[in-house]
């Protein structure tokens, strides 16, 4: 366990409630942005940070993925799965038929899409760093106004509850990785998540990739895309495999397909996430 | 060309350029989001909708792909590409040093995202459902506030340009497709893009479908994982092919993924978009 864990916050954000489930014992320090965490891992001014990399209902967190594809030291160290229940807090009193402006990050107004839509088809809808400080902004405003965060907000903040569970399905959960500035030992129960790119668009390339797992058996859990930011149709592949980069048949394959990719990263193996593991 | 094109409104927005673009002489009808330019071409009330599908810098944009996975009458009809300008807009005569509120659209907030945080660290980012929207509502504030739109919207609202090009990187563009209730007749250079699911998750299960295409020769431009928002770890996989859905060769192979998949949809096939084409 790190003696000092950085995290996005203010306190009451589902991050720090990630950061509590994994080391409950840790200094938690709260930093402002995905990025922040990042660079304060880099330098060392933590030991090790909580992000949320992949939502059930949003789908990847783009600033984490794109950090880990900048920032060459960091490394995901392990990492778990957090249940997200959303909350409409107001300030004592305020009553929901005046509310004009909805204050929550954005991943949790796309978490709450339909319910925001349904209940306040004209609030301003805005944009803050975290769950937390939407909380502060709101309880901050001048006139009536609601936050969409976490229950434990609500109880910092001195907020009051309009609603609860707000979010568009059930069950609504959260991924969040640990970075640091190494990954993993070997566990027996592992995953390795990579990043890779071609130099030009040839039939076939990703299938070559593929092909080596595919060849060795080794399932690919999951696959995405993020542009490169020269032009369109250049992408960045992410994929996330079952086994640790120390294994023989996973080491031998990486190999491999640094052989049919212009740049392969791998950004860590670490334990694969259960419930009371 | 359509009668009436809809498109992501009000006039002012990139969605209106692109909309331009393709059907100058087209009614252009405004919509206050994707899905209701999705849902006024799949009910017949516009013939064909614009919108935007993917970002050089931002990448793909999630409305678009969740209402091709959710609305089963809706086609792509046709792509093309547009080059994104922002321009920083003001009411006339506002200081830059007294803007504590900027007003855009979330994906406009990506392009833009080290402008904002290095011009307006500590300014509060409203989203707005459209750029030109956001221009509306900078106009209408009370106190000093920009927002992040066209250049057009400025002509259109009277504001002032503060500052220009202030994506964070060139060049920008952003993909638009075209909606209908059907898809193109073959022309010999198209595209197909498709979306399948799996049942469960075993090894090669993604691989097994990119060997149908590898073994034909046929290119995959794309693919990317949204999430099935069923659990974590449950996508649908969305990808771009080269060739027409009514091909010999493209054909045969969609006839064989539908038998390794549990879900195959297609979203349409359509001309590959190029410059004065």
Redesign the interface.
Known sequence: MPEQLGYLGPAGTYSEEAALKYAPGAQLVPFPSVAAVGAAVGSGMVEEGVVAI??????SV?DTLDLLIQESRLFIRTEL?VPIEHYLLVKPGTRVQDVRVVFSH?QA??QCRRFVERCFPKA?????LSTTAAVE?MMAHPSAAAAIASKRAAELYGAQILARDIQ??L?N?T?FVVLALSDHAPTGRDKTSICFTFAE????A???V??E??GR???????????L?????K?F?LADLEGHREDRVVAETLERVTGVTSSLKVFGSYPRYHENG
Chains 1, 2 share one sequence.
Not at 54 to 59: A, T
Not at 201 to 204: A, E, F, S, V, Y
């Open positions: 992949e939502n059930s209902l949003e789908g783009n799965v954005p107004f796309g301003q809808i805005v944009a803050a902004e568009d399905r069950p959960v991924r668009d040839k039939p076939g990703l299938y070559g593929l092909k797992f595919a058996g080794i399932n690919l859990a999951k696959i995405e895309s993020r542009p930011k020269e032009s369109l149709g992408y592949f």
